[in-house]
């Protein structure tokens, strides 16, 4: 089995890349869209100082790719390990491609000085008890460190049950102390300080299963980058603020990430609300004023993907408010690299 290196301008590489994880997402979720041709070529082309990426294809020699594989390397925090994503299509399974780039993944990781490889992996609740994903992590030195589901949204939400929760964050303790805004990104300059200090909250207040997880270094140049490649993917983003009204400062926030090209579905991304500021219905207010900005950007969008680690449970108990159903078994998973 051969593993190699795509290269960002190989167009055709990148293609049969991801049309191989696209099969493989749509044999475990066939209603679902995951990345795009879009989104791998942005990744693979993407130059910035905040992260990088790197594409890897298993086959034989000569012939067509069997599995793939994406390296994401944090590049100013977090350096002792990499995000990976492994796919292999499900026609060509158990030939050894996946070993092959666990593999090669660990070779390329070691060698740039990380010291682990952190994935999740997600399969519908009904599959999950006999998934292979199991075996093979274990097979190939994965440790689970853990437990999550993914969860889904219908749209509309019921009106009685939207009433209701906006009636439950009227009436939250000093509701008057705060005021919601909306937008699409990027986001106004005059909030990226406060952006910068939600996000590095949230980079350790989201559970990751990795107990060497880092405070991550925001500042203005990564959110430019960040929206230069949301740009190159095509996707657009959505989101929803609380500002306390004495000091002026935004205290909670929440995005969801649309597509042009995915009319129907959105992904909600991270919520997050500054600790001292917990405990008056910020979390759900912000997510129900977002949902509202999402009718009027996207109305075509049926489907909201969300996902949750199951020690999360201020998170989850908001989503479950909100008719969120829970939708797959995920597991963070773990390999611990040996010394190059």
């Known amino acids: 089995m051969e593993v190699r290196h795509i290269a960002p301008n190989d167009h055709a590489a990148l293609s049969e890349w991801a049309g191989v994880l696209q099969a493989s997402d749509k044999d475990l979720w066939p209603d679902l869209t995951g990345y795009e041709l879009a989104d791998i070529r942005a990744f693979a082309r993407f130059e910035g100082t905040s992260r990088r990426w790197e594409l890897l294809a298993a086959g034989e020699p000569g012939g067509p790719m069997l599995g793939v594989g994406m390296l994401e390397f944090p590049g100013r925090d977090n350096l002792h390990a990499a995000e990976i994503v492994l796919a292999v299509h499900p026609e060509h399974r158990r030939r050894g491609a996946g070993t092959a780039i666990v593999e090669r993944m660990a070779e390329v990781a070691r060698a740039d000085g990380r010291r682990s490889l952190n994935t999740i992996v997600d399969v519908p609740v009904a599959a999950a008890a006999e ?25 509309p939400m019921d009106g009685r049950r939207t009433a209701q929760l906006r009636a439950l964050v009227a009436g939250a303790r000093d509701a008057a102390a705060y005021r919601v805004r909306t937008f699409e990104t990027p986001w106004p300059l005059e909030f990226l ?43 657009g983003k959505l989101a929803a603020v609380a500002q306390h009204v004495d000091s002026g400062r935004l205290v909670a926030m929440t995005e969801i990430l649309v597509a042009d090209s995915v009319p129907h579905q959105a992904w909600q991304m991270i919520t997050v609300v500054l600790p001292d500021h917990r405990g008056h219905r910020l979390g759900l207010a912000v997510k129900l004023a977002n949902l509202e900005l999402l009718a009027e950007r996207a109305p075509k969008v049926e489907l909201i993907v969300t996902g949750n680690a199951s020690v999360n449970a201020p998170m989850i108990a908001v989503n479950d408010m909100m008719g969120f159903e829970v939708a797959g078994q995920g597991m963070f998973w773990q390999k611990h690299l040996s010394p190059a």
């Open 193 to 235: 300080e406060d952006e910068c200090a939600l996000l590095r909250v949230m980079s350790t207040d989201e559970p990751a299963g990795d107990g060497e997880r880092e405070e991550e270094v925001w500042d203005e140049e990564r959110i430019s980058e960040g929206d230069e490649l949301l740009a190159a993917r095509g996707v």
């Open 131 to 155: 998934h292979a994903s199991v075996y093979f992590a274990s097979r190939t030195g994965f440790e689970p460190t853990m437990p999550g589901h993914s969860r889904h949204l219908r749209l």
